[in-house]
């Protein structure tokens, strides 16, 4: 089993609809949560990381973790045309441990 | 500013023949990876380098060396190439491995065994 689990989608959403994107992982020892987008043909880029429990907005973006239930997710509100990508969720332990990285996440956005 | 550099951005290599990635980065980052990404596996750590001068094995480094050759550069080199290393490799790095750090990535190099 895969340390840090998604849901391969494909996520169909609406434009302007609310897309939820979810991630669950094993290691309880995790401590920092990252997602990442990545467009076809292109490399990941950092949308939001997040550590705490609870809720973390930026912009459009609001992550949620809950460290209870080892759940993890990427609510995009306003949903575009733009955000068709594959969004991957990462974890990372404490001290000097590298990413560990889920299947990823096909989103496609319908206008 | 060019971030993460890798080079070649594409190659098609034989079975059995060798060849070395190159990854360079101009962010002064302590912490460089490297990653295989294949079609419905996400992104898999092969070696990683928490500093310069070390190295350490990930998922799945059968296959592969690595070499960190001061604090910008980071290769991977492939001694014998098989069609299982078919795959887009890319490098990471990040300025440390702490819990708030992020992970900057190159541009990846997609390559093809034959």
């Known amino acids: 089993q895969k340390e840090v689990e998604q849901n391969s989608g494909p996520l169909s959403v609406p434009e302007g609809a609310i897309a939820s994107l979810n991630c669950t992982y094993s290691?309880?020892?995790?401590?920092?949560f990252f997602w990442y987008r990545q467009y076809s043909g292109k490399s990941p880029e950092l949308i939001m990381f997040i550590y705490s429990n609870g809720d973390k907005e930026d912009g459009r973006f609001t992550a949620q973790l809950n460290k209870a239930s080892q759940y993890v997710s990427l609510l995009i509100r306003d949903s575009q045309p733009s955000d068709s990508a594959t969004y991957l969720c990462?974890?990372?332990?404490?001290?000097?441990?590298?990413?560990?990285f889920g299947k990823g996440t096909r989103l496609s956005v319908i206008a | 500013n060019a971030g993460v550099t890798q080079t070649p951005k594409f190659q098609v290599l034989k079975t059995g023949q060798s060849m070395t990635l190159q990854c360079a980065q101009d962010m002064n980052h302590n912490s460089m990876y490297w990653y295989r990404q294949d079609p419905g596996m996400g992104l898999r750590l092969i070696y990683y380098?928490?500093?310069?001068?070390?190295?350490d094995k990930g998922e799945v480094p059968n296959g592969y060396n690595v070499s960190r050759l001061n604090k910008r550069e980071f290769s991977l080199r492939l001694e014998s190439a098989a069609p299982s290393q078919t795959s887009v490799y890319f490098c990471a790095s990040s300025v440390r491995q702490g819990p708030d750090t992020e992970a900057f990535f190159g541009q990846g190099t997609r390559l093809t065994v034959v």
């Open positions: 990462a974890q990372r332990r404490g001290g000097n441990t590298p990413l560990v």
């Open positions: 380098s928490a500093s310069e001068g070390t190295t």
């Open positions: 290691d309880r020892g995790s401590q920092s």
